[in-house]
């Protein structure tokens, strides 16, 4: 499959919604027709986010399709899924949610060079309403911009 190179699936409302702070690379433990799925890029993260369950992290709701060829086999379209990080990783992470008003959110999801599925996380603090407000704003005004450059 020439496709797995191409796998970039992202959170396109986390950037929206929450200011990253600090983002990790980590692995994914999957089943079998679960990583068929992903090659194909029939996997989403919405609403997906991460826990610290016993000093391993977790990631919650993230939605793989069935894959269509698997049998009995086949895999739960959003069961939880453990994060492969080390421990120093893990404890940072920990020590900066311990703050309020601060998560861990999947932001990306890709096929790394090896052909193995990897998740970038992010350390994440919530955007309020105005910073959103504006966001929206720059994103139009450089939508403006861009077709003002072209005619």
Same mark, same amino acid.
């Given at each position: 499959?020439?496709?797995?190179?191409? &796998?970039?699936?992202?959170?396109?409302?986390?950037?929206? @919604?929450?200011? $990253?702070?600090?983002?990790?690379? *980590? #692995?994914?433990?999957?089943?079998? %027709?679960?990583?068929?799925? &992903?090659?194909?890029?029939?996997? #989403? !993260? %919405?609403?997906?986010?991460?826990? &610290?369950?016993?000093?391993? +992290?977790?990631?919650?709701?993230?939605?793989?399709?069935? /894959?269509?060829?698997?049998? /009995?086999?086949?895999?739960?379209?959003?069961?939880?899924?453990? +994060? $492969? +990080?080390?421990?120093?990783?893990?404890?940072?992470?920990?020590? $900066?949610?311990? @703050?309020?008003?601060?998560?861990?959110?999947? %932001?990306?999801?890709?096929?790394?060079?090896?052909? +193995?599925?990897?998740?970038?996380?992010?350390?994440?603090?919530?955007?309020? *309403?105005?910073?959103?407000?504006?966001?929206?704003?720059?994103? @139009? @005004?450089?939508?403006?911009? #861009?077709?003002?450059? !072209?005619?």
């Amino acid at each position: 499959m020439q496709a797995d190179k191409n &796998i970039n699936i992202k959170n396109k409302r986390a950037t929206f @919604d929450y200011e $990253l702070i600090e983002t990790f690379v *980590a #692995g994914i433990v999957l089943t079998g %027709t679960e990583i068929k799925s &992903i090659r194909l890029g029939k996997a #989403g !993260l %919405t609403d997906t986010y991460c826990v &610290i369950h016993h000093n391993e +992290l977790w990631l919650k709701n993230m939605y793989i399709s069935e /894959y269509f060829y698997g049998s /009995y086999n086949n895999h739960e379209a959003r069961r939880d899924r453990k +994060l $492969l +990080l080390n421990r120093k990783e893990i404890n940072k992470i920990s020590r $900066l949610t311990k @703050d309020v008003g601060f998560t861990i959110v999947p %932001t990306r999801v890709f096929i790394n060079e090896k052909g +193995l599925a990897k998740i970038v996380v992010a350390v994440a603090k919530g955007k309020k *309403a105005y910073d959103k407000r504006e966001a929206i704003k720059e994103r @139009d @005004d450089k939508r403006a911009m #861009g077709r003002a450059f !072209l005619k």
